[in-house]
């Protein structure tokens, strides 16, 4: 038992340490963070104008108001309205982009990853400019 308790604590003060060293090689990484939990409160919320504001120009263009954009959402990511669990993995710069996977279990109890992609806009906002669906084995927790 005492073995048992050693190795846990010593996993979870490796897992800090990792998580703290990630946070601080790139100082957009806890911004980028934000804005997807943001996002994801405001679809949770049904707060279309708020998710929407998160949208990075390109997708406002695609969807040009806040219902339309909803309306996407709903019927083609509904794993992130109202999500059980959010988990943030991998993060990675590529050019001028940051790739941010982030492991989803969905209100009905599905396993996901979402693959979102995030642009710096000229005022230094992040903004969120793609998200792709990956539907994980196993799921329904």
Known sequence: ????????????????CATTAGAQGDPAQATV???????????AQGDKTGAY???APVIQQRFSNPDIFMQMVTSGYPALISPKIV???????????VEQDVMIIASD???????????????????????WLEKLPGGFV
């Open 33 to 43: 963070k934000r804005v997807i939990q943001e996002q994801l409160s405001a679809f």
């Open 87 to 97: 988990d943030f993995k991998d993060y990675e710069i590529r050019g001028g982009r």
């Open 53 to 55: 504001s998160y949208a």
């Open 1 to 16: 038992m005492k073995h048992m308790f050693r190795w846990v604590a010593v996993g979870l003060l490796m897992g800090l």
């Open 109 to 131: 109890g599905s396993a996901w990853m979402a693959h979102y992609s995030l642009q710096q806009m000229e005022d230094g906002l992040w903004r969120i400019s793609g998200c």
